[in-house]
């Protein structure tokens, strides 16, 4: 069992930046590739980022590349997400998710935080 606790969200001026952060409980965090997923009013939940077990190897959706950054930090239970120059459309509840396999794939993470909310204002 994985426990995941997101952090960081908030309200934000369009150009701006925001920093996610995901704690996780437990001694197996190491073991789980991690990923981002959003969800905006009326859309369905669509994967953001992903980082591979030991952070070797990180994917992104092509809506947010170049401008966000996931990383992870297995001694302390955390994986990232820096945001920048954030956009209106960027705003949703962002979740964090863990999954043995690197996917982008919602269905295949096993593990969910609770969300947390990201506003950008125009």
């Known amino acids: 069992q994985v426990q995941l606790v997101e952090s960081g969200g908030g309200l934000v001026q369009a150009g701006g930046s925001l920093r996610l952060s995901c704690a996780a409980s437990?001694?197996?965090?190491?073991?789980?590739?991690m990923g981002w997923f959003r969800q905006a009013p009326g859309k369905e939940r669509e994967f953001v980022a992903a980082?591979?077990?030991?952070?070797?190897?990180?994917y992104y959706a092509d809506s947010v590349k170049g401008r966000f950054t996931i990383s992870r930090d297995n001694a302390k239970n955390t994986v990232y997400l820096q945001m920048n120059s954030l956009r209106p459309e960027d705003r949703a509840v962002y979740y964090c998710?863990?999954?043995?396999?690197?996917?982008?794939?919602?269905?295949?993470?096993?593990?969910w935080g609770q969300g947390t909310q990201v506003t950008v204002s125009s």
């Open positions: 998710a863990a999954s043995y396999y690197v996917t982008h794939t919602s269905g295949t993470y096993n593990y």
């Open positions: 980082i591979s077990r030991s952070g070797g190897n990180t």
């Open positions: 437990g001694r197996t965090f190491s073991s789980y590739a």
